[in-house]
């Protein structure tokens, strides 16, 4: 049987009992013109390797095979899709790897082949998890090329989000620090079986070769997760553990230290992290 001939998703679910488990965020898409949608988001797959987390009845999997990936990888935590999922790599032999596992636990990553694209929608409670172990690896450019998500609509609103709004915070940062990262589409609640409450959204991250700005990766991950810890606070006493002159530091780069996290811009974020690692040197 060919990828084409494949039953339709819900045929799928019924034949082997997928009913959706809440506690593992399974909210599954059913309509393959969409799933076709959210693949082309990630742009020419024919030479790429494709991560995908959480396959589930495998409606983005055929997809991405469909569009042309080289490869999909797949790790699922639910052991009742691998039966469903096994069918799809029979309709492609050689091309879609299994794996069964906790996505949090089970990185497959490092053995897929570059160009490397990770596509998925992911389960709502381990989505900004992943994301931001995606985002700051120890070495850059990653081993991945692009990003394609599905989140909940605030999550991805946090990830393009620019100072000054209240979306803005330490996913802005990390993700605009060393990609570039747009909303691609929304999906209502009704594009999903069963539906979310909340409306969902694609984003499309890919990574830059370099960073924008200078900045040493741990410590503005530091920076920005204390700054934003106590968002209301001014940046004086928000950021006071980092160092013990902190405002002296703030006020050395041109920084107000009554300022509050949410005004401060991705690159004074950087030339902050780059004082702190100057001051603690010096110390
Ligand atoms: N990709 C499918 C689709 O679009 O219809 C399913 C998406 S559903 C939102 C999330 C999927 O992630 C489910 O299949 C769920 O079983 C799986 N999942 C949940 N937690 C996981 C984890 N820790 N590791 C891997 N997969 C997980």
Redesign the pocket.
Known sequence: MSLEQLPPLRQVIETHGLAA?KS??????LDLNL?GKIARQAGDLTAHDVLE?????G??TRALLLEGARKVVA????AR?LPALEEISAAAPDRLELHH????KLDPLPTLTAPVAVV????Y??GTELLVRWLTPANWPPKWDSLTLMFQREVAERIVATPGSKAYGRLAVLAQFRCEARICFELPPQAFSPPPKVTSAVVHITALPAPRFAANPKILSEVVARAFNQRRKMLRASLKGLLPDMAEVLTSIGIDPQRRAETVSLQEFCALAEAVQNARRAG
């Open positions: 488990r593992l965020g399974q909210n599954f898409l799933t987390i959480g396959p589930g009845p409606g983005l790790v699922e935590a639910d899709c596992g906790d996505a949090l998925a929608n992911l389960p409670n381990i």
